[in-house]
């Protein structure tokens, strides 16, 4: 008999997800382009329906709401006149979603559900990250002074849980790969001088200049350190924007070697997907490397949602693995990667019962860690009741 870890009891807090959108809207092609990374249309158009997590989703979505899943159009009109506060309050409810961390960076302010609507909504306990690179380049279009700008990075980063963060969040990843280094004066105000070339041709920036770039991180890194507040990093899966190559976690060894940085807890998201093993890795030999398990995002199939657990549990400290969705803009999202990761969690430490490596108990005690405790003691939030 296959024993199975039945985790519906605990309240699970989202150590990595974003902001659900104010708007819900009908519209077919935007719904599906939640469900690829892709820029291209024709993702969404013709291939979207045709993967595993979309086809799971819209099954579970059309039974919570009594509408056939075939029958996409009438759903999304369902969803659209509920809207997003009864979206929310309906599905985080059903999913036992006890806390969620978001990252404020995207999506943007002006289009989320604002942090006392969603939490009116759910009834959730709350905490926002900063995303460093999205506030990095809002300040270089302010600063024409390289001088200035490294102090007004430093004001920005201080006393970080007054201005109501709880930690910072970096997509280097995204811009300049994870190998974060230190480099020379002249090579940083070079790179600072290219930087606002760019705002002066176009009037914003992205941040894709390394040497600039790895040097604001540093002084986010500093704070971190001093403050003892954690920085996730994106690692691993994402859009097309992502050299994937560059977006290992290995890249962060410098980070993690890194003696003041000691003090600093370095979240891995996404499982790190593909490179599942590697972060599981880097959290069984690094005091401060925590893993995040993400259950909606990337879009991946049960088997393969499973396979990254067992990789991430198999090597990893229970202590060390946290589970969250990243779901974003649609509240579907958070909740089925809540009710996902439950049963995959559950799943495999229910293997390691039966591979005599825990007894039940002890397999129940590592559920609570992975869906709420780890989280909860990282970011302040209130652990579940043993």
Excluded at 24 to 45: H, K, N, Y
Excluded at 58 to 76: H, K, N, S, V
Excluded at 159 to 188: H, M
Excluded at 299 to 313: H, K, Q, V, Y
């Amino acid at each position: 008999m296959t024993t199975f870890i039945d985790l519906s009891d605990v309240p699970v807090i989202d150590n990595h997800c974003h902001a659900v959108e104010a708007v819900q809207s009908a519209d077919p092609v935007l719904w599906r382009a939640r469900f690829t990374e892709s820029p291209d249309p024709a993702m969404g158009a013709g291939h979207v329906h045709h993967t595993a997590f979309y086809q799971r989703l819209m099954r579970r979505a059309g039974t919570f709401y009594g509408i056939a899943f075939e029958q996409e159009d009438e759903i999304l009109r369902h969803r659209e006149k509920l809207g997003a506060a009864a979206l929310v309050g309906s599905l985080f409810r059903d999913a036992r979603i006890g806390g969620v961390v978001i990252d404020t960076g995207y999506p943007a302010p002006d289009r989320a559900m604002s942090p006392s609507a969603l939490v009116d909504a759910s009834g959730t306990e709350y905490v926002a990250l900063l995303r460093l690179e999205v506030e990095f380049q809002k300040l270089i279009v302010l600063h024409d002074d390289f001088d200035a700008l490294v102090s007004a990075v430093g004001d920005l980063v201080y006393q970080l849980r007054a201005k109501g963060f709880g930690g910072f969040k970096s997509i280097a990843a995204y811009r300049t790969g994870l190998a974060i280094e230190r480099w020379d004066d002249a090579s940083v105000r070079h790179a600072f001088g290219s930087a606002r070339a760019e705002v002066a041709s176009s009037g914003n920036v992205r941040l894709g200049y390394k040497p600039l770039l790895d040097t604001l991180l540093h002084i986010a890194f500093e704070a971190a350190a001093e403050q003892r507040l954690p920085v996730q990093f994106h690692v691993g899966y994402g859009d097309p924007d992502v050299d994937i190559r560059q977006a290992s976690p290995l890249e962060l060894r410098a980070l993690f070697e890194e003696p003041a940085y000691r003090s600093m807890p370095i979240v891995m998201l996404h499982g790190c997907w593909p490179y599942f093993r590697e972060g599981a890795y880097l959290a069984a030999v690094y005091g401060n490397a925590y893993l995040d398990v993400s259950y909606s995002i990337p879009f991946l199939s049960r088997s393969e949602m499973t396979s990254m657990t067992r990789a991430a549990l198999g090597a990893a400290p229970f202590s060390k693995v946290m589970y969250s969705s990243d779901g974003v803009g649609i509240p579907e999202m958070h909740w089925m990667g809540a009710i996902e990761g439950r049963h995959a969690i559950g799943t495999v430490l229910g293997e390691m019962v039966d591979a005599g490596e825990l007894d039940e108990d002890a397999a129940g005690v590592a559920g609570r860690m992975i869906l709420n405790v780890n989280a909860a003691r990282l970011y302040g939030l209130t652990e579940a009741a043993q």
